[in-house]
Nanobody, 123 residues
Framework: QVQLVESGGGLVQAGGSLRLSCAASGSILSINHMGWYRQAPGKQRELVAIISSSGSTNYYADSVKGRFTISRDNAKNTVYLQMNSLKPEDTAVYYC????????????????WGQGTLVTVSS
């Protein structure tokens, strides 16, 4: 069983910063790419950022480019999202995603999601 647990969400004023963390657990051998998604009230879930397995390649949604930075620590099976210059429109539940998680028993979990962490940006 693989689990992703997010942390770091909260309430922040516009212009402020937050750092989200997502730790994967469960006898993990490897994880392909990892990403952050978000879902604002009344809207569909959208991709925020993705990072490759090595950490050498990143992708960002246009709305967060230059403000958010995704990184990962493979030794800890953890992915981070540093969010700077936050705007009220960044308010959403942020979800962590892991692609193709291989565990010791040989099972590969194609896609794993965290439970989400709420980020609220006040104006």
């Amino acid at each position: 069983q693989v689990q992703l647990v997010e942390s770091g969400g909260g309430l922040v004023q516009a212009g402020g910063s937050l750092r989200l963390s997502c730790a994967a657990s469960g006898s993990i051998l490897s994880i392909n790419h990892m990403g952050w998604y978000r879902q604002a009230p009344g809207k569909q879930r959208e991709l925020v950022a993705i990072i490759s397995s090595s950490g050498s390649t990143n992708y960002y949604a246009d709305s967060v480019k230059g403000r958010f930075t995704i990184s990962r620590d493979n030794a800890k099976n953890t992915v981070y999202l540093q969010m700077n210059s936050l705007k009220p429109e960044d308010t959403a539940v942020y979800y962590c995603n892991a692609d193709r998680v291989k565990v010791v028993a040989g099972t590969v979990y194609l896609e794993v999601w965290g439970q989400g962490t709420l980020v609220t940006v006040s104006s």
